[in-house]
Each structure stands twice: as C-alpha cells, then as structure tokens.
C-alpha cells in the first residue's frame, strides 16, 4: 500500500511504485499489486474517500 499526501500514481512524480517492483522482483517477488491512499493531505472529503476506496481494494485483492 502507498500513502500519499498528493495524487502520484501514474504519473512520472510517482517515485515509489518502480523501487518497490524492482526490489521485490530482486529477491524473487513478480506477483505484486499496488493499492493507494492518495491525496490525504488535500482535505478531510478527500483524505476520506481516498482512505475507503484503498480499504475496498485490499477486500477485493484478500477475497
């Protein structure tokens, strides 16, 4: 999972996704899926759907 106070995925600001895949694929991990919770620091409606939508991803991805 990727917190963010900003709205990085997709774009070329987004620094973490690539490291992350690149380590893991380094010691053998190929199979890995990235859920966000972006834009936390741009207002509590914001932060909040943010934090529910990465909940609903983590269900789906564990169900």
Same mark, same amino acid.
């Given at each position: 999972? @990727?917190? #963010? %106070?900003?709205? !990085?995925?997709?774009?070329? !600001?987004?620094?973490?996704? /690539?490291? $992350? #895949?690149? +380590?893991? =694929? +380094?010691?053998?991990?190929?199979? $890995?899926? +990235? $859920? !966000? @919770?972006? =834009?936390?620091?741009? %207002?509590? /409606?914001?932060?909040?759907? @943010?934090?529910? /939508?990465? $909940?609903?991803?983590? /269900?789906?991805?564990? @169900?």
């Amino acid at each position: 999972m @990727a917190a #963010r %106070g900003g709205q !990085y995925s997709g774009t070329e !600001y987004d620094t973490q996704t /690539d490291l $992350v #895949r690149h +380590f893991l =694929g +380094f010691i053998g991990i190929q199979d $890995v899926e +990235f $859920v !966000y @919770a972006e =834009g936390l620091n741009m %207002g509590d /409606d914001i932060k909040s759907q @943010a934090i529910n /939508d990465a $909940v609903e991803a983590i /269900d789906n991805l564990v @169900a």
